[in-house]
């Protein structure tokens, strides 16, 4: 079976979920698969350590759009003869991957958390977290977008050929007028980030946010918060994690005075380790909570960040 | 400005979910269905309101069955001028897509407006594939849009943070949160509701390309192990030894 991945950038880089994909990609393939990626990347040839044993670069692509950036893996999978197309389930590939599944007539599963079987039956979330659907694929050509932080990247120790694209994929249609940097101190977007640290009303307002952003700092970690935090606007949109904000999985999430309704566990049930702070012992938070801490956040974070650093300083 | 909104009936946002037929059907015993909220508060809405300014009219669009039509009733009673449900069973989303785009395609929409994702199924497909289907621009997560005759600016939730782009009409988008307000239907509009247009229209020919298979719910956590206040060491020391997480 010939696999193609795409293979996102930003800023001159392939992104750091494209490493998952091509893994993810390697493992279908048996071993190994092409990946397509574009613009003026520096680090095409680093995915070979991850499985893709070829590299297509189109160079003349500058921007994200997705009816451009569709044709061309449309394009190298018809050059190629892959029938089969994996992306990540980040901002560009959610964009991209229904348009690459309808070129081809492809059945695509998108938010897989795991391998295909044999048949081609891929499990994937749904009911935004509360829980999994196995969904077959029953077309000839295949599609599927794999969740973040889900397989993981494997580094195989493998290389690359890198070669640039040689087709044509029209212009777009889309002028990108301004690119803002959410993140502006330079930590992971909340999709892709092993370690969050979030808050919610427990912290009575927006001025008491240091403390969180102190444990996030020293542990290199994002921020996050609950709904309420965010609908009052103490906090940014983009920060929200929950049924109708971000649904993370990091391998560690800290909550520091969020009570856990449904509707935020739901956003934030996949992350692999949940630490819960919260003065009520009866938040049902505890409920889906590892490790709990029954007591005030306003002591509590700054206790944790403290023995953080000096966890860290003896590791 | 001629505007289609896509609408999908979820289960309300706290729904417990569980499964019937040895985990093969959705359990709709007892659940409340909802206009998906991404469609209601920012896909719709702003349409509305983008209406109200600028003049012309939004239709509401939903591929299922006779049960689906109290939930486009309610987004009726929000504000959209007429509704038109295709008699199919919302199979899969490129099906479902498919049957958008064929009424779609001859209509002269300016923007067709989804929400970013279905709290059902979360797959965010119908969108793109629409616009790939009536091959048109697609812009995803849109939390802002502004008219200016054919011009749209757009922000947009993007890798690593926000874009604003530029397009002209006709496009796709999908919206997601700050596009607009959450509106609450008024007795006027619930009662205007009960005699606007609701047209059926008889199912596109289309191909099935996946099948879920089953279901599953996640297992149940562990006991939750509770650590004192005061010994944030024996915390930062569990998560290294035992979850290994740090």
Same mark, same amino acid.
């Given at each position: 079976?010939?696999?193609?991945?795409?293979?996102?950038?930003?800023?001159?880089?392939?992104?750091?979920?494209?490493?998952?994909?091509?893994?993810?990609?390697?493992?279908?393939?048996?071993?190994?698969?092409?990946?397509?990626?574009?613009?003026?990347?520096?680090?095409?040839?680093?995915?070979?350590?991850?499985?893709?044993?070829?590299?297509?670069?189109?160079?003349?692509?500058?921007?994200?759009?997705?009816?451009?950036?569709?044709?061309?893996?449309?394009?190298?999978?018809?050059?190629?003869?892959?029938?089969?197309?994996?992306?990540?389930?980040?901002?560009?590939?959610?964009?991209?991957?229904?348009?690459?599944?309808?070129?081809?007539?492809?059945?695509?599963?998108?938010?897989?958390?795991?391998?295909?079987?044999?048949?081609?039956?891929?499990?994937?979330?749904?009911?935004?977290?509360?829980?999994?659907?196995?969904?077959?694929?029953?077309?000839?050509?295949?599609?599927?977008?794999?969740?973040?932080?889900?397989?993981?990247?494997?580094?195989?120790?493998?290389?690359?050929?890198?070669?640039?694209?040689?087709?044509?994929?029209?212009?777009?249609?889309?002028?990108?007028?301004?690119?803002?940097?959410?993140?502006?101190?330079?930590?992971? %977007?909340? %999709?892709?980030?092993?370690?969050?640290?979030?808050?919610?009303?427990?912290?009575?307002?927006?001025?008491?946010?240091?403390?969180?952003?102190?444990?996030?700092?020293?542990?290199?970690?994002?921020?996050?918060?609950?709904?309420?935090?965010?609908?009052?606007?103490?906090? %940014?949109?983009?920060?929200?994690?929950?049924?109708?904000?971000?649904?993370?999985?990091?391998?560690?999430?800290?909550?520091?005075?969020?009570?856990?309704?449904?509707?935020?566990?739901?956003?934030?049930?996949?992350?692999?380790?949940?630490?819960?702070?919260?003065?009520?012992?009866?938040?049902?938070?505890?409920?889906?909570?590892?490790?709990?801490?029954?007591?005030?956040?306003?002591?509590?974070?700054?206790?944790?960040?403290?023995?953080?650093?000096?966890?860290?300083?003896?590791? | 400005?001629?505007?289609?909104?896509?609408?999908?009936?979820?289960?309300?946002?706290?729904?417990?979910?569980?499964?019937?037929?040895?985990?093969?059907?959705?359990?709709?015993?007892?659940?409340?269905?909802?206009?998906?909220?991404?469609?209601?508060?920012?896909?719709?809405?702003?349409?509305?309101?983008?209406? /109200?300014?600028?003049?012309?009219?939004?239709?509401?669009?939903?591929?299922?069955?006779?049960?689906?039509?109290?939930?486009?009733?309610?987004?009726?009673?929000?504000?959209?001028? /007429?509704?038109?449900?295709?008699?199919?069973?919302?199979?899969?989303?490129?099906?479902?897509?498919?049957?958008?785009?064929?009424?779609?395609?001859?209509?002269?929409?300016?923007?067709?407006?989804?929400?970013? /994702?279905?709290?059902?199924?979360?797959?965010?497909?119908?969108?793109?594939?629409?616009?790939?289907?009536?091959?048109?621009?697609?812009?995803?997560?849109?939390?802002?849009?502004?008219?200016?005759?054919?011009?749209?600016?757009?922000?947009?939730?993007?890798?690593?943070?926000?874009?604003?782009?530029?397009?002209?009409?006709?496009?796709?988008?999908?919206?997601?949160?700050?596009?607009?307000?959450?509106?609450?239907?008024?007795?006027?509009?619930?009662?205007?509701?009960?005699?606007?247009?609701?047209?059926?229209?008889?199912?596109?020919?289309?191909?099935?390309?996946?099948?879920?298979?089953?279901?599953?719910?996640?297992?149940?956590?562990?006991?939750?192990?509770?650590?004192?206040?005061?010994?944030?060491?024996?915390?930062?020391?569990?998560?290294?030894?035992?979850?290994?997480?740090?």
């Amino acid at each position: 079976m010939s696999v193609l991945v795409f293979a996102d950038a930003k800023n001159g880089k392939v992104i750091k979920s494209a490493f998952e994909a091509v893994s993810y990609g390697a493992k279908v393939g048996g071993g190994s698969c092409i990946a397509v990626t574009y613009g003026d990347v520096s680090n095409a040839d680093e995915l070979g350590a991850y499985g893709a044993s070829e590299v297509v670069v189109a160079k003349s692509i500058a921007d994200n759009d997705s009816q451009v950036l569709s044709a061309l893996v449309a394009d190298v999978a018809g050059q190629k003869g892959a029938n089969t197309i994996i992306f990540s389930q980040d901002f560009t590939g959610k964009a991209i991957a229904p348009r690459v599944a309808t070129k081809l007539s492809a059945g695509l599963v998108s938010g897989a958390v795991d391998y295909p079987t044999a048949d081609f039956t891929i499990k994937k979330t749904a009911f935004s977290g509360k829980a999994f659907a196995n969904v077959k694929i029953t077309t000839d050509n295949r599609v599927i977008s794999v969740l973040p932080n889900s397989v993981g990247a494997e580094n195989t120790g493998g290389s690359a050929t890198v070669s640039d694209y040689a087709g044509d994929v029209g212009v777009s249609k889309v002028k990108i007028i301004e690119s803002k940097s959410a993140a502006s101190d330079g930590s992971v %977007p909340l %999709p892709e980030a092993e370690l969050v640290v979030s808050a919610g009303r427990g912290l009575k307002g927006p001025e008491n946010w240091g403390i969180v952003e102190d444990l996030a700092n020293a542990m290199g970690a994002t921020t996050a918060c609950s709904r309420p935090v965010a609908d009052i606007g103490w906090r %940014p949109h983009h920060e929200h994690v929950g049924q109708t904000g971000v649904a993370i999985r990091p391998n560690l999430y800290i909550a520091a005075g969020i009570s856990g309704a449904i509707q935020h566990l739901a956003g934030v049930n996949g992350s692999k380790v949940i630490v819960v702070i919260n003065t009520d012992a009866e938040a049902p938070f505890f409920k889906a909570a590892d490790y709990g801490i029954v007591g005030d956040a306003f002591e509590v974070l700054p206790r944790l960040t403290e023995a953080y650093k000096k966890f860290k300083a003896s590791n | 400005m001629k505007f289609l909104v896509c609408i999908s009936k979820v289960p309300d946002t706290t729904s417990k979910i569980a499964f019937t037929d040895g985990d093969t059907k959705f359990d709709e015993n007892g659940i409340q269905f909802i206009v998906n909220p991404y469609d209601e508060w920012y896909a719709l809405v702003r349409a509305l309101e983008l209406k /109200e300014s600028l003049g012309g009219s939004v239709t509401i669009i939903t591929v299922g069955g006779q049960a689906d039509e109290p939930v486009m009733r309610k987004a009726l009673a929000i504000g959209a001028d /007429e509704a038109v449900r295709i008699d199919a069973e919302a199979k899969d989303p490129g099906y479902i897509a498919t049957q958008i785009a064929s009424y779609a395609k001859d209509k002269d929409f300016d923007i067709v407006f989804c929400g970013k /994702e279905t709290i059902m199924y979360n797959n965010a497909q119908v969108p793109a594939a629409v616009a790939e289907y009536l091959d048109v621009p697609f812009i995803s997560l849109a939390t802002k849009l502004d008219l200016n005759g054919n011009t749209a600016t757009i922000e947009r939730d993007a890798q690593g943070g926000v874009e604003v782009v530029e397009l002209q009409t006709p496009f796709v988008l999908s919206a997601a949160k700050g596009m607009a307000e959450q509106r609450i239907p008024n007795m006027k509009g619930i009662m205007a509701a009960r005699t606007k247009p609701l047209n059926v229209v008889p199912a596109f020919d289309a191909a099935e390309t996946t099948q879920v298979v089953s279901y599953e719910t996640p297992s149940g956590k562990a006991e939750c192990k509770y650590i004192d206040p005061e010994n944030m060491d024996e915390l930062v020391s569990l998560l290294h030894n035992q979850a290994k997480v740090i």
